[in-house]
């Protein structure tokens, strides 16, 4: 229950310290997974003491245990190991400090962290983390490479060694870590995390040699394979050797078998690229080659046709056509025209010897009345009408005499 306090009326640290006891007491005994960081076994003291530390987080918590309880354990367990304890906390008042009675001691044996690590590994696949859509695709040529490994490790030398090998130019933005143990699992997840943040880094190795099961845990802690998930530079996973298999080759971009071959795949060879090179030149020459042949070939396939070699020749063969073609068109005109021409003086003749001109020529003469009418019946006139007698070369009057 909480307390009323004020600056006026306080309570004592001893009264503090009864109460947090009395709060902790009401606790239990709990059991507790972590892995032994210190480990005090004075000769000749009944008690042990040791630090239990969570590998995924910055936490430790000081256990004690009677000699016979640690005894039962002691070939099993050293710094280092993990461990699952039963303990009672319990509280010291006179220095205000925590710590934990254990009972019974249990080595977490590597069936059960494999089995662990199964359960882990399906969870945060569940989670999609190591989908292959996630993956990203590494830079053709990195110009800064980031490496974490542990300190003059022989993963660092093969890495910068192999990679300097294959193109000199590249450069390393390194970070040494511890790659085992109680503190390598902040530390690594702290260096990854600055070179994600490194604007100049164009990926990230996470390299470490091989070892036991336990030895690599660190790589498989879910802390650091959600910090790798998270990276938005590619990150290559060289843990161990070719069978092991952490959770950060998971969910990283790249798996590489061992810290060579993460060199290796990271960075071209200057020599492999340079035969490249030099073969797609000969690949293009070759192209171009082909190609100007072929062209050639061509110009002179058409230089051979009668068009291109004699190129008037379609042209006066033309001109013959056209003049035979002109000569056949006035023939025919002129035949028509003839043609017509007789049809026409025929057509004149008749109508000449039909027209009433050629009638008055032949001594005949045409009678017409004073308004025009043509006198064809004596009936029609009457004795003194004046009368008009057109002949053929003129007229003349007349006057009628009954």
Not at 119 to 129: F, M, N, P, V
Not at 197 to 211: K, L, P, Q
């Amino acid at each position: 229950m909480a307390m009323n306090t004020s600056a006026e009326a306080p309570i004592p640290v001893g009264e503090v310290s009864r109460l947090i006891g009395g709060w902790i007491d009401r606790l239990g005994a709990v059991w507790v997974e972590g892995q032994i960081t210190q480990l005090s076994r004075r000769p000749g003291a009944g008690v042990v003491f040791l630090t239990l530390r969570d590998p995924s987080h910055d936490i430790s918590v000081s256990v004690t245990c009677y000699r016979q309880v640690f005894d039962a354990v002691a070939d099993v367990v050293s710094e280092g190991a993990r461990v699952v304890v039963l303990a009672k906390p319990e509280w010291y008042a006179p220095r205000g400090q925590l710590s934990l009675r254990a009972a019974e001691i249990r080595p977490v044996g590597v069936g059960e962290l494999l089995a662990r690590l199964e359960q882990l590994k399906k969870k945060l696949a569940g989670e999609g983390l190591f989908a292959p859509e996630r993956k990203t695709p590494l830079p053709f040529l990195p110009q800064l490479v980031g490496l974490v490994c542990g300190r003059a490790s022989a993963a660092e030398r093969d890495v910068l060694e192999n990679a300097r090998h294959r193109w000199p130019a590249v450069r390393f933005e390194v970070r040494n870590v511890p790659v085992q143990g109680v503190h390598a699992v902040p530390q690594v997840v702290q260096a990854v995390k600055e070179l994600d943040e490194h604007a100049d880094v164009d990926v990230i190795i996470v390299a470490r040699g091989g070892g036991s099961v336990e030895d690599l845990l660190p790589f498989s802690d879910e802390q650091l394979v959600r910090a790798v998930a998270a990276c938005r530079t590619p990150v290559v996973s060289a843990i161990g050797h070719e069978p092991d298999t952490p959770l950060l080759d998971y969910v990283a971009d790249l798996r590489a078998s061992t810290p060579t071959d993460a060199a290796k795949k990271v960075v071209p060879d200057v020599g492999e690229e340079l035969e490249r090179v030099r073969q797609l030149r000969a690949r293009a020459r070759r192209c171009v080659e082909a190609y100007v042949e072929r062209e050639e070939r061509g110009l002179t396939h058409a230089l051979t046709r009668p068009s291109i070699q004699d190129p008037h020749r379609m042209i006066d063969e033309r001109a013959d056509q056209v003049d035979a073609l002109l000569a056949r068109g006035r023939r025919t005109l002129g035949h028509l025209l003839d043609r017509a021409d007789s049809e026409l003086t025929h057509t004149h003749a008749r109508v000449v010897a039909l027209s009433p001109a050629a009638t008055l020529k032949r001594g005949y003469a045409v009678l017409q009345r004073s308004d025009g009418h043509v006198v064809r019946d004596p009936q029609e006139v009457t004795a003194d009408e004046a009368l008009r007698a057109r002949v053929a070369e003129g007229e003349f009057s007349v006057r009628v005499d009954v």
